[in-house]
């Protein structure tokens, strides 16, 4: 009898045991089924990413450039050179330190494209070039990725930095283009800094205009000579993607060397010279003005990413090298730099050179102006 209820005894904690043992691998399966489940969703959350969360605070670029045109190494002094290497430099590090403090992608466009427009070397507010009656009018835009709001002026002479007044159109008026002396008007009143005419007068662009008005070959049309082709370029602009992913862009320009009757290019005009959008790009475009506004350059660019998924270097490509050159009678010459909402960057161009350069979150910068960067 002793030995019997040892055995019962034994034969409940062996099916007690077994019972444990089912729940306990019960268990485990349910929590390595948990863990699966969340792995799954952890890898999709990763593979569905576009932008870089917790770091994603870090992601931002800035891109400029000071013109495109028949720059290169055998036409430009080593002096030379370098004065355009440092001014690039100190522009793209002004938009560089204000998105790396957390600021916005339009404040470090408007303040980039300052430092530009201060500089003589380049086609844009203290370096404009001459009209055929001697005087410097100045074109500008900006534009808003996050809202689509814009900017813009036209034909202005007393306006120091015309981004400012772009700026100021957009912030501050009903409006998004105003031109000559209303926009001058609307300058003074909101306080932006004027100055006198004389102020953009240099000796470099008196002779630009001398050598365009006095052609070498009389036969050829001042609007369509050599020396109007070299002179044309120098516009300035920039695009930048800042931390909170919103994008920006903007361009100035004096226009074209010998402009008459209050011609007006592609700076201010937005699609053409100027476009922004989060969902897709920011462009800034520099070249023969007629040629992109027939183009519309900068909107197609944005259009061809959002309408046939193409990538932000395709698009560029396909608009600057195959389809600018083929409008017209052929002489759509030019370039653009663009940047991406995931901070791609583009500076494509079918000229010989273009003034540019490039700074990501990491600071690294790049600075060019012939073909090879």
């Not at 043992?21 to 489940?37: G, T």
């Not at 404040?107 to 005087?135: C, M, W, Y």
Request: proline residues 2%; glycine residues 10%; hydrophobic residues 35%.
């Amino acid at each position: 009898m002793k030995n019997f209820t040892l055995i019962l005894v034994g034969l409940l904690l062996f099916t007690s045991c077994k019972k444990n043992d089912k729940l306990l691998d019960s268990d485990i399966k349910e929590e390595r089924i948990y863990k699966s489940e969340e792995v799954k969703k952890t890898e999709e959350a990763i593979k569905n990413k576009t932008t870089i969360d917790g770091d994603s605070q870090n992601l931002f670029s800035i891109v400029i450039h000071g013109g495109a045109g028949y720059i290169n190494r055998e036409t430009m002094s080593p002096e030379k050179e370098v004065e355009y290497t440092q001014k690039l430099e100190e522009a793209i590090k002004t938009g560089y330190t204000i998105l790396k403090n957390g600021g916005t992608s339009l404040d470090a466009v408007q303040k980039t494209i300052n430092v530009l427009e201060d500089s003589p070397l380049f086609n844009a507010g203290k370096g404009a070039v001459f009209t055929h009656e001697g005087r410097n009018e100045h074109d500008t835009s900006i534009m808003d990725g996050k809202t689509l709001n814009v900017g813009a002026s036209t034909g202005t002479r007393i306006v120091k930095n015309p981004i400012n007044l772009a700026r100021a159109v957009m912030d501050k008026s009903p409006h998004v283009m105003l031109s000559g002396r209303g926009a001058e008007t609307f300058a003074k009143e909101q306080g932006l800094e004027i100055v006198d005419p004389s102020y953009f007068s240099t000796e470099s662009k008196k002779k630009t205009l001398e050598q365009v008005k006095n052609p070498k070959d009389n036969k050829v049309s001042v609007f369509y000579n050599e020396d109007i082709k070299n002179s044309k370029f120098g516009t300035v602009g920039c695009a930048a993607l800042d931390k909170h992913g919103n994008l920006a862009a903007g361009t100035s320009t004096g226009g074209m060397t010998n402009k008459r009757w209050g011609r007006i290019g592609d700076s201010p005009i937005i699609g053409a010279g100027t476009y922004a959008n989060n969902n897709t790009c920011a462009v800034s475009s520099t070249g023969w003005g007629e040629y992109f506004i027939r183009g519309m350059v900068a909107y197609d660019i944005s259009a061809l990413m959002e309408y046939k998924g193409l990538t932000l270097k395709e698009a560029s490509k396909e608009v600057i090298q195959n389809k600018l050159p083929k409008i017209g009678d052929g002489k759509g010459n030019g370039g653009i730099i663009a940047i991406d909402k995931k901070g791609n960057m583009v500076m494509e161009f079918n000229t010989p050179g273009m003034f540019r350069a490039t700074m990501n979150a990491q600071g690294e910068l790049n600075v060019g102006m012939f073909k090879e960067l």
